[in-house]
């Protein structure tokens, strides 16, 4: 199988947009953001529109939807859970469910806790993950409707795939998760590396996603609750992993 083609883009403020290019000719946007981003996206790499991948219902990640499917005929895929909220959906997928996009297996896991529905989209053969807004780069996302042991089992799902897994979130909030992680991993060199190479990143002018998830589980504080260093700073002791996350996503924010 040749590989896949993924084309990264920034659109409203800190929204990532994706496109995901099959050698059929399939094209699938990750979410719309915003439709004349996407458009102007299409436009640059040449590609036709043929799906979109919803991960959650957020307005941010949704507010394309009904133009991008009026220009192009697209059709919409998303999460069971939020099918009511998902302006145009189709195809309702939970997890479990696999599909075939342009000939790539695509597997939907439940990724519940930013919102209740939320899932992410994992191309196993392509080694890449679409994860919307429950893991960043060296963050997670804001638990909006779930509670905290409910997101640290989504993300304990996404810790188990593939560790050379590339990672495609919803937000470029790099620098200032990585700060914030900083603050509970001081002596994490690899994380002060990677704050410094975003930071260089970002004045260039350049997008810090996708990132792999062998970097992340060695540089995401919120992957890390049973870090040692983590609880003693923390002063938690021998409780489960997932009251610490909630502990640092608590702290996070308030930061
Ligand atoms: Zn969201």
């Known amino acids: 199988m040749s590989a896949l083609e993924i084309h990264v883009f920034l659109c409203r403020k800190d929204n990532i947009g994706v496109l995901v290019h099959a050698e059929d000719g399939t094209t699938a946007a990750i979410d719309a953001p ?80 930013h919102t209740m529905g939320h899932v992410t989209y994992f191309m196993p053969d392509d080694r890449a993950a679409f994860v919307g807004d429950t893991l960043f780069v060296m963050g997670c996302g804001r638990v909006l409707e779930g509670n905290y ?55 260039d002018g350049r997008i810090t996603v996708p990132t792999v998830l062998e970097q992340e589980l060695q540089t995401n504080v919120f992957l890390r609750p049973h870090n040692f260093g983590t609880r003693t700073r923390l002063g938690m002791g021998a409780v489960a992993d997932w009251r610490v996350f909630g502990e640092m996503r608590d702290r996070k924010n308030k930061s």
């Open 34 to 113: 915003d439709a004349d981003a996407v458009l102007a996206a299409l436009d640059v790499t040449g590609w036709s529109l043929t799906h979109i991948l919803v991960t959650h219902h957020h307005g941010d990640h949704t507010a394309g939807n009904l133009e991008l499917k009026d220009k192009t005929g697209c059709r919409i895929i998303g999460p069971r859970g939020e099918a009511a909220r998902i302006p145009g959906i189709d195809v309702d997928v939970d997890d479990g469910d696999s599909f075939v996009l342009g000939g790539h297996r695509v597997e939907v896991i439940g990724t519940p806790g």
């Open 149 to 203: 042991e409910m997101m640290w089992h989504s993300l304990c799902r996404i810790a188990s795939l593939p560790r050379d897994t590339r990672i495609y979130c919803g937000h470029d909030y790099t620098i200032a998760n990585a700060r914030f992680g900083l603050s509970i991993e001081p002596d994490n060199a690899l994380l002060r590396h990677r704050l410094e190479d975003a930071e260089q990143r970002t004045a």
